[in-house]
C-alpha cells in the first residue's frame, strides 16, 4: 500500500515533512499580535513557538532526522518551499512597531532573531533526554521549564531593547 499511494518510502517521509510544516504554518497564521504592545507580542510569540515545540515532539524529531541527511527531502519538496513561515513576517510587524517607538533597536535582523528564538526552545525539547542524563535535571518538568522560558525570554529581551 506504502508504494501505491506514495510510491516510496523517500515520498512517504516528504509528505510526512510537508504535513508537519502545513501545520505549523497553520498554527502560525493564527497568531494575532495587532495591538499588542512590542514587549508583549515578543513574549507571546517566543512562548508560542516554545509551546509548539513542547507540544509537538515529533516535528523535532522529523528535523533530526531531516539534518542527518542534510536536508534531502526538504531540498525535494516543491511544497515546502512554498510555504513562506507567516511567523517570521509577523515578528518583523512586531519588531517595527518597537523601533518605531524607540524600544528596540534598529539592526535587528528578522530572520536572525527567529533563528534564535526558535533555537532556545528547540534545544530544550530536543536534547531534554540527554541533558537529564548528564545532568541530572529534567528540564521538561514545570518548575524546570518555567525558569527555562523566563529565563530565555529575559535574555530575547535584553538582546533587543535598545541600550
Known amino acids: 500500500m506504502l508504494y501505491y499511494y506514495f510510491g516510496s518510502k523517500e515520498l512517504l517521509f516528504t509528505a510526512v515533512l510537508e504535513y508537519a510544516f502545513s501545520a505549523l504554518m497553520e498554527a502560525e497564521r493564527a497568531i494575532d499580535l495587532d495591538g499588542v504592545a512590542p514587549v508583549e507580542a515578543i513574549t507571546r510569540l517566543a512562548h508560542f513557538v516554545w509551546d509548539y515545540y513542547r507540544d509537538h515532539p515529533d516535528l523535532l524529531r522529523l528535523l533530526n532526522n531531516e539534518n542527518l541527511h542534510e536536508a534531502r527531502y526538504l531540498q525535494k519538496s516543491t511544497r515546502i518551499r512554498e510555504m513562506i513561515s507567516p511567523i517570521v513576517k509577523t515578528l518583523d510587524g512586531v519588531l517595527e ?54 529565563m530565555n525570554t529575559e535574555l530575547l529581551l535584553a538582546f533587543l531593547l535598545r541600550r
Open 97 to 150: 512597531r518597537g523601533q518605531k517607538a524607540g524600544l528596540f533597536r534598529t539592526d535587528i535582523d528578522p530572520l536572525r532573531f527567529y533563528v534564535t528564538l526558535s533555537g532556545l526552545g528547540y534545544y530544550m525539547v530536543s536534547n531534554r533526554f540527554t541533558l537529564a542524563a548528564i545532568f541530572g535535571r529534567d528540564f521538561s518538568v514545570q518548575q524546570e521549564r518555567a525558569e527555562m522560558i523566563k
